[in-house]
């Protein structure tokens, strides 16, 4: 045996006071085995302030366990699962009511239909093959019904302006005095055409026609589709639109519409478009189309004075020759052209004199040995 510091006897295999700090915790708790309990109390019988420190650890406990836990204050009474279980029902009942109006949905949904006859067409080739064969052939008696109907491809729900049919003789007979006292007012107004943001133009032939008609689409907020005759009014003016605002369309929609407006050169109103066009137009190849569109007219002065600005001021070689070749193409066929018009022969001596093109300057001054002006 050995003593402590403090005179107190301990033997070597005991408990020492430094461990009475955990040892307590562990005694509070019951959680010793009875050989190390018997040492502890050994120990504490022989140490005053160890045993100190193991009775204010128990009655640190015994206070604890004395307080009401925030356990004993909840409803022991089974709300909680009750309102578990009716939340589970709800849950079963929505899940339910949803499965009953998608069974009633699919049977009207087009979706299911499709993925019901797909699946049969896949695994059924004989079947399949007879409803590809069904179904080509009423698509053919379809298109041999539809085709008595003029060409006019709309989307659903647009509005089609279409010129009136050539009526037979007798047709036009009949209606004559309808004809006469109802006169059609445009059917496309000036506000639908400035809410157009692309247009197409195309020929088509009506089936059974030998007579093709125009086609002019203009897609805007409400679209159009115009079919009718060259000369249509509505025809014309939508051309017209499309031509006269070259910014917003492409040069494509413009040289289409030059394709058709030329047959209706004699019309004052198109020649001055055509005009227009040959001398504003940004496209060097409408400004080209438009003079050729003129030829034939160029004794009005309009005219040969479109022509005679292309000569003189066009950046484009192209359509300077375009020019040159209608003012020689006139004087060589005379009708009335103003040839010897002092506009004219003053254009053809600068073009003589100051053009970077060859081939200008020798029309033009074969041109002005025609007038003896050389």
Same mark, same amino acid.
């Not at 309808?178 to 009506?206: F, G, I, K």
């Given at each position: *045996?050995?003593?402590?510091?403090?005179?107190?006897?301990?033997?070597?295999?005991?408990?020492?006071?430094?461990?009475?700090?955990?040892?307590?915790?562990?005694?509070?708790? =019951?959680?010793?085995?009875?050989?190390?309990?018997?040492? $502890?109390?050994?120990?504490?019988? +022989?140490?005053?302030?160890? @045993?100190?420190?193991?009775?204010?650890?128990?009655? $640190?406990?015994? @206070?604890?366990?004395?307080?009401?836990?925030? @356990?004993?204050?909840?409803?022991?009474?089974? %709300?909680? &699962?009750?309102?578990?279980?009716?939340?589970?029902?709800?849950?079963?009942?929505?899940?339910?009511?949803?499965?009953?109006?998608?069974?009633?949905?699919?049977?009207?949904?087009?979706?299911?239909?499709?993925?019901? $006859?797909?699946?049969?067409?896949?695994?059924?080739?004989?079947?399949?093959?007879?409803?590809?064969?069904?179904?080509?052939? $009423?698509?053919?008696?379809?298109?041999?019904?539809?085709?008595?109907?003029?060409?006019?491809?709309?989307?659903?729900?647009?509005?089609?302006?279409?010129?009136?049919?050539?009526?037979?003789?007798?047709?036009?007979?009949?209606? @004559?005095?309808?004809?006469?006292?109802?006169?059609?007012?445009?059917?496309?107004?000036?506000? +639908?055409? !400035?809410?157009?943001?692309?247009?197409?133009?195309?020929?088509?032939?009506?089936?059974?026609? +030998?007579?093709?008609?125009?086609?002019?689409?203009?897609?805007?907020?409400?679209? *159009?589709?115009?079919?009718?005759?060259?000369?249509?009014?509505?025809?014309?003016?939508?051309?017209?639109?499309?031509?006269?605002?070259?910014?917003?369309?492409?040069?494509?929609?413009?040289? =289409?519409?030059?394709?058709?407006?030329?047959?209706?050169?004699?019309?004052?109103?198109?020649?001055?478009?055509?005009?227009?066009?040959?001398?504003?137009?940004?496209?060097?190849?409408?400004?080209?189309?438009?003079?050729?569109?003129?030829?034939?007219?160029?004794?009005?002065?309009?005219?040969?004075?479109?022509?005679?600005?292309? %000569?003189?001021?066009?950046?484009?070689?192209?359509?300077?020759?375009?020019?040159?070749?209608?003012?020689?193409?006139? *004087?060589?066929?005379?009708?009335?052209?103003?040839?010897?018009?002092? +506009?004219?022969?003053?254009?053809?001596?600068?073009?003589?004199?100051?053009?970077?093109? &060859?081939?200008? !300057?020798?029309?033009?001054?074969?041109?002005?040995?025609? &007038?003896?002006?050389?």
């Amino acid at each position: *045996m050995s003593e402590t510091p403090q005179g107190t006897p301990q033997n070597e295999q005991g408990i020492r006071c430094e461990e009475i700090e955990s040892l307590a915790i562990l005694h509070a708790c =019951d959680e010793l085995d009875s050989v190390a309990r018997a040492q $502890l109390d050994a120990h504490l019988a +022989q140490c005053p302030a160890c @045993a100190a420190v193991v009775s204010r650890e128990g009655r $640190l406990r015994k @206070a604890i366990a004395s307080l009401d836990q925030p @356990a004993d204050s909840l409803d022991r009474s089974g %709300l909680l &699962l009750a309102q578990c279980r009716s939340e589970l029902a709800e849950s079963l009942d929505d899940r339910k009511t949803r499965a009953s109006s998608s069974a009633w949905l699919s049977i009207f949904s087009p979706v299911a239909w499709w993925g019901a $006859l797909r699946h049969t067409l896949i695994f059924h080739p004989a079947m399949s093959m007879t409803v590809l064969v069904v179904a080509g052939f $009423l698509a053919g008696v379809a298109g041999q019904r539809l085709r008595v109907v003029p060409p006019q491809v709309v989307p659903p729900g647009q509005p089609v302006f279409s010129a009136p049919a050539t009526q037979s003789a007798s047709g036009a007979a009949s209606n @004559a005095s309808t004809s006469s006292s109802t006169s059609a007012p445009s059917r496309v107004t000036d506000e +639908q055409l !400035r809410r157009v943001d692309s247009a197409h133009v195309a020929w088509v032939t009506p089936s059974g026609s +030998q007579t093709p008609t125009v086609q002019v689409e203009l897609m805007s907020p409400t679209p *159009m589709n115009i079919v009718g005759a060259p000369d249509d009014a509505d025809v014309q003016r939508a051309l017209t639109f499309l031509l006269e605002n070259g910014q917003r369309f492409d040069p494509d929609v413009r040289l =289409d519409s030059l394709d058709v407006l030329r047959r209706n050169a004699a019309d004052p109103d198109v020649r001055r478009t055509l005009c227009a066009a040959a001398r504003l137009d940004r496209n060097p190849g409408v400004r080209k189309k438009a003079l050729e569109a003129l030829q034939g007219f160029e004794q009005d002065p309009a005219v040969r004075g479109a022509i005679l600005d292309a %000569l003189e001021s066009d950046a484009n070689s192209g359509v300077r020759i375009e020019a040159i070749r209608l003012l020689v193409a006139a *004087m060589q066929s005379g009708g009335g052209f103003a040839a010897t018009d002092p +506009q004219t022969v003053d254009v053809l001596r600068d073009r003589l004199r100051n053009d970077p093109s &060859l081939d200008i !300057r020798r029309q033009s001054a074969a041109a002005l040995r025609q &007038l003896g002006e050389q």
